[in-house]
Nanobody
Framework: QVQLVESGGGLVQSGGSLRLSCAAS????????LGWFRQAPGKEREGVSC???????TYYANSKGRFTISRDARMNTVYLHMNNLKPEDTAVYYC????????????????WGQGTQVTVSS
């Protein structure tokens, strides 16, 4: 079955850390660019980070300096390491294959995962 499955979300205190995983099955993930997105209640979905097919990384203002995206080809998984979490990071986090990490390519979606909830308490 071709799918992406996110995991690693949870409840953490402000200043804490989490590592989200986006595991692919049924296809080889390192042939694709992969984006992380998030959506908080009542807000629009926003981009967080992206890793290209050549493992170049892109960060949006909401994650720069605090989050790190990485890929483990052996595990067919992309990770989002989140440090110094803030209450405003509370959202459902999704991963999706994207056409690329450029401004237009990032929103050309392919396959989505089901999402994982991240809640940061103050």
């Amino acid at each position: 079955q071709v799918q992406l499955v996110e995991s690693g979300g949870g409840l953490v205190q402000s200043g804490g850390s989490l590592r989200l995983s986006c595991a692919a099955s049924g296809f080889t993930l390192d042939r694709y660019a992969l984006g992380w997105f998030r959506q908080a209640p009542g807000k629009e979905r926003e981009g967080v980070s992206c890793i290209s097919k050549s493992d170049e990384t892109t960060y949006y203002a909401n994650s720069k300096g605090r989050f790190t995206i990485s890929r483990d080809a052996r595990m067919n998984t992309v990770y989002l390491h989140m440090n110094n979490l803030k209450p405003e990071d509370t959202a459902v986090y999704y991963c999706a294959t994207v056409r690329g990490c450029g401004p237009m390519e990032y929103y050309d979606f392919g396959l989505w995962g089901q999402g994982t909830q991240v809640t940061v308490s103050s």
